[in-house]
């Protein structure tokens, strides 16, 4: 089955500074990546997702990057905000397949 | 519209004793997955319905089951309770190739 690997498992950053957080996945069928995050208390929430057939997407601060040769994708956040704190995590599936294999995730912190 | 609610949000059990969780998917969602979330073992896949059916199920023992209604709420059975079923559990609605929505989740402790 798939296997997704997440480094780093902590990360923090000075605000206004950026983020990056990197995946890795087994399974060369998976085509659809999403990222979410997870604040303290709460359900995880997408913020951005990519499918295979793009190498990139952008959404304001946040981006997704993909190489499906290395099978790995990447989530970069810009200009960092208090806000961002919170644990994110990465996932892969086949698209229309409901089962999202995770990441291990990431809490970010932000500094001020 | 409203989001994927969960209840109870908290739950405490004995080892030995069953429980049923409950989950109502976005309105027009189809699909409802169900995820358990450890600190060890990080967020896992259980069971997915859609129409009813139980499409998709993960590497979890019979204990862990299911049911989806025709409304498309669902719920997860978990009987004879371990210890290590203390978990965060988290439902999520979609429909067919559609992002999933997680709603916050039911937090259960066994003693």
């Known amino acids: 089955g798939e296997n997704v690997e997440q480094h780093p498992s902590t990360l923090s950053v000075q605000e206004g500074d950026s983020a990056v957080i990197k995946c890795t996945y087994s399974?060369?069928?998976?085509?659809?990546f999403p990222w979410y995050k997870q604040e303290l208390g709460k359900g995880p929430q997408l913020i951005i997702d990519i499918r295979s057939n793009v190498g990139e997407k952008k959404d304001q601060r946040i981006a997704v990057t993909l190489n499906k040769t290395a099978k790995h994708f990447s989530l970069h956040i810009t200009e960092t905000q208090p806000e961002d704190s919170a644990v994110y995590f990465c996932a892969a599936s086949i698209f229309g397949n409901e089962k999202l294999t995770f990441g291990t995730g990431t809490r970010l912190t932000i500094i001020p | 519209k409203a989001g994927v609610t969960q209840t109870p949000r908290y739950l405490i059990k004995t080892r030995g004793q069953q429980v049923t969780l409950s989950c109502s998917p976005i309105?027009?969602?189809?699909?409802v997955s169900w995820y358990q979330q450890t600190p060890g073992q990080g967020l896992q896949f259980l069971f997915e319905?859609?129409?009813?059916?139980?499409?998709n199920k993960g590497n979890f023992p019979g204990r862990f089951s299911g049911r989806q209604f025709s409304n498309s709420r669902s719920e997860m059975n978990v009987s004879t309770l371990e210890l290590g079923d203390s978990a965060l559990y988290l439902c999520?609605?979609?429909?067919?190739?559609?992002?999933?929505?997680f709603g916050p989740g039911t937090r259960l402790l066994v003693l």
């Open positions: 309105s027009g969602h189809r699909s």
């Open positions: 999520a609605s979609s429909n067919p190739q559609e992002t999933q929505y």
């Open positions: 319905y859609f129409s009813e059916t139980q499409r």
């Open positions: 399974d060369s069928a998976s085509n659809y």
